[in-house]
T-cell receptor
Framework: GAGVSQSPSNKVTEKGKDVELRCDPI?????LYWYRQRLGQGLEFLIY????????KSGLPSDRFSAERTGESVSTLTIQRTQQEDSAVYLC?????????????FGDGTRLSIL | GENVEQHPSTLSVQEGDSAVIKCTYS??????FPWYKQELGKRPQLIID?????GEKKDQRIAVTLNKTAKHFSLHITETQPEDSAVYFC???????????FGQGTRLTINP
């Protein structure tokens, strides 16, 4: 079936603008994750959604970052008043359910460049 | 919480030789250990995983070993090929955990 879909694939914007990134998880996957990956670096956890439970926002780096997800559908990650240090690839992943020992499936990411 | 350390950060091997990447974890409750391969500009892709009820798992040229006592697990790639060049990430989680904790990655380069 279809994999995790992210849009846009690339986004270039000016410092100070707001951006919205979209993730469409694999159908039926209740768990959804957002990660940030700076150039040449590892995967930095941002936020986790599980069904209708309260999200785990422990990885969000500042209050400029927020994310939403309605039920088990699409999620959006919003970055307000973007800064140059926000430049990175933002990866979304989904997993079938809340049980820990299953793999996450990643999307292709959104490459965000802040001028 | 869980902490995963991965070594080495970079690894260069001759084509045809073997490559080994090692990870250690801190939480003895962790019981699931996937490995992801990320080619340049691409998404991380699961290549192999192991659960704590087994000590080794193989899939063609790739194998993973797990030492629960020592809390470390390793990825072994034999007969390396140029297409094995990528960044490899290990990760760990426990049954009740909701997040995978990732290592920092190993950049593997296969020299022709």
């Amino acid at each position: 079936g279809a994999g995790v879909s992210q849009s846009p694939s690339n986004k270039v914007t000016e410092k100070g603008k707001d951006v919205e990134l979209r993730c469409d998880p694999i159908s039926g996957h209740t768990a959804l994750y957002w990660y940030r990956q700076r150039l040449g670096q590892g995967l930095e956890f941002l936020i986790y959604f599980q069904g209708n439970s309260a999200p785990d926002k422990s990885g969000l780096p500042s209050d400029r970052f927020s994310a939403e997800r309605t039920g088990e559908s699409v999620s959006t990650l919003t970055i307000q008043r973007t800064q140059q240090e926000d430049s990175a690839v933002y990866l979304c992943a989904s997993r079938p359910d809340r049980v820990g020992n299953q793999p996450q499936h990643f999307g292709d990411g959104t490459r965000l460049s802040i001028l | 919480g869980e902490n995963v350390e991965q070594h080495p950060s970079t690894l260069s091997v001759q084509e045809g030789d073997s490559a080994v990447i090692k990870c250690t974890y801190s939480d003895s409750a962790s019981n699931y250990f996937p490995w992801y391969k990320q080619e340049l500009g691409k998404r991380p892709q699961l290549i192999i995983d192991i659960r704590s009820n087994v000590g080794e798992k193989k899939d063609q040229r790739i194998a993973v070993t797990l030492n629960k006592t020592a809390k470390h697990f390793s990825l072994h790639i034999t007969e390396t090929q140029p297409e094995d060049s990528a960044v490899y990430f290990c990760a760990a989680s426990s049954w009740g955990a909701q997040k995978l904790v990732f290592g920092q990655g190993t950049r593997l380069t296969i020299n022709p």
